[in-house]
């Protein structure tokens, strides 16, 4: 892992719950990163922002309005456009269909939405760690699943 802390990282996040959101850019603002976050609220908005501007990491919850992240991830890798943009699935879906799915998609992590917020600001920190922009990170199966509560 590569220190990125100089780094300014422009953060894309598709979350169509309010106060998930809030709480994740609470979190992002604790850390000690130059990061610009930006909203999505649904699968739709989500598409046409990264037609307009590609971000340098793109976190993902799955269960959105119109388009929700299965959709999302099938379009985004199948243009070979988005094909250096990290993809972390962001979920509080935990069956085993949703992980494979993703993880056959080429998504990087997929991580549990944490039950606390000291949790999230740890997932965060890890994540974050990666220098996303130098290297590809595609984790092997057992490596991809990123469980917060999990000590």
Same mark, same amino acid.
């Given at each position: 892992?590569?220190? &990125?802390?100089?780094?300014?990282?422009? +953060?894309?996040?598709?979350?169509?719950?309010?106060?998930? #959101?809030?709480?994740?850019?609470?979190? +992002?603002? $604790?850390?000690?990163?130059?990061?610009?976050?930006?909203?999505?609220?649904?699968? $739709? +908005?989500?598409?046409?922002?990264? *037609?307009?501007?590609? %971000? $340098?990491?793109? #976190?993902?919850?799955?269960?959105? %309005?119109?388009?929700?992240?299965?959709?999302?991830?099938?379009?985004?890798?199948?243009?070979?456009?988005?094909?250096?943009? %990290?993809?972390?699935?962001?979920?509080? &879906?935990?069956?085993?269909?949703?992980?494979?799915? #993703?993880?056959? *998609?080429?998504?990087?992590? /997929? &991580?549990?939405?944490? *039950?606390?917020?000291?949790?999230?600001?740890?997932?965060?920190?890890?994540?974050?760690?990666?220098?996303?922009?130098? &290297?590809?990170? /595609?984790?092997? /199966?057992? $490596?991809?699943?990123?469980? %917060?509560?999990?000590?």
């Amino acid at each position: 892992m590569n220190d &990125v802390s100089d780094e300014v990282q422009n +953060v894309l996040v598709a979350e169509d719950d309010d106060d998930d #959101f809030e709480l994740f850019a609470n979190a +992002v603002s $604790d850390l000690s990163l130059k990061i610009i976050l930006e909203r999505a609220s649904n699968g $739709d +908005v989500l598409m046409k922002i990264l *037609h307009e501007r590609i %971000p $340098d990491m793109l #976190f993902l919850d799955i269960l959105m %309005p119109c388009k929700d992240g299965r959709d999302c991830v099938f379009e985004i890798r199948s243009e070979r456009k988005f094909d250096g943009l %990290p993809i972390i699935v962001f979920s509080s &879906v935990r069956d085993a269909d949703s992980i494979e799915f #993703f993880y056959r *998609h080429s998504t990087n992590l /997929y &991580v549990f939405k944490p *039950h606390s917020y000291s949790e999230l600001v740890k997932s965060l920190e890890k994540i974050f760690g990666v220098n996303w922009k130098e &290297v590809r990170y /595609y984790p092997k /199966y057992s $490596d991809y699943v990123l469980d %917060p509560s999990l000590k």
